[in-house]
């Protein structure tokens, strides 16, 4: 009697999490460099399903003109490295970069641009090549200021979550492997773009309102059996 009860409380649980997932991927619809997350689920032993891992998508989202030359957009594969509030490295297609008063290349929460690049003041403007090459315009020419260099993975799906549009390694992704944009299967840098999000607001849709069926049906199921269980007590006493 209890095994229907148990499958459909799994059934319960699943539901939810695509609920909670589909809305964190419509919430970030507009975010740039955001990779959709998608449930993976495996069955239990015991009876049901279980929600296994929350991968990341990561096909490339549309590229959108800006005209600054620090919104940057990765075209194929990679991440840009940047460090993170506990002092260590986080990973990131959000190419939304600015100089702060020191002259660094930091994100948008200000997180600084790993390798790091500082820009001299006083520049007549900054550019950024295809191969990740920052340099800037002054009186005597162009001054290299620095070199971007992307990171990629083995299971880039497997990247962790921390919040911020930022990834971490973890056991799932493997180790980074480093180098310049456009060096072996790294993709290149395009200056005056920023990537936006891989979100398919029509599939989402589609997937809130399968989970909320399964929902409905699930709870349906686990009272129809608590009200049997109920009646065989009844007539029992």
Not at 202 to 219: G, L, T, Y
């Amino acid at each position: 009697m209890l095994g229907p009860t148990f499958s459909a409380l799994t059934g319960l649980n699943n539901a939810s999490k695509r609920l909670q997932n589909s809305a964190n991927n419509l919430s970030n619809v507009q975010t740039a460099g955001f990779k959709k997350g998608e449930i993976n689920s495996v069955e239990n032993k015991t009876g049901g399903t279980r929600v296994n891992s929350i991968s990341k998508v990561n096909t490339q989202g549309g590229l959108i003109p800006t005209n600054n030359p620090l919104d940057l957009a990765i075209e194929g594969n990679g991440f840009f490295q940047v460090t993170n509030p506990n002092g260590g490295a986080s990973f990131t297609r959000s190419g939304s970069f600015n100089l702060n008063g020191a002259g660094q290349v930091v994100d948008a929460s200000g997180n600084a641009l790993i390798p790091e690049i500082n820009v001299p003041a006083g520049n007549n403007g900054i550019s950024v090549g295809a191969n990740g090459q920052v340099s800037t315009q002054t009186a005597g020419g162009l001054e290299l200021a620095g070199q971007i260099q992307l990171a990629n993975f083995n299971n880039p799906a497997g990247l962790s979550a921390a919040g911020g549009n930022l990834l971490n390694e973890s056991a799932a992704s493997g180790a980074p492997f480093v180098g310049a944009p456009g060096e072996g299967a790294l993709g290149s840098v395009l200056s005056g773009f920023l990537e936006g999000s891989n979100v398919d607001i029509a599939e989402e849709m589609v997937d809130q309102i399968v989970a909320k069926v399964a929902f409905k049906a699930n709870f349906n199921v686990i009272k129809a059996n608590d009200e049997m269980i109920g009646s065989l007590l009844d007539i029992k006493s």
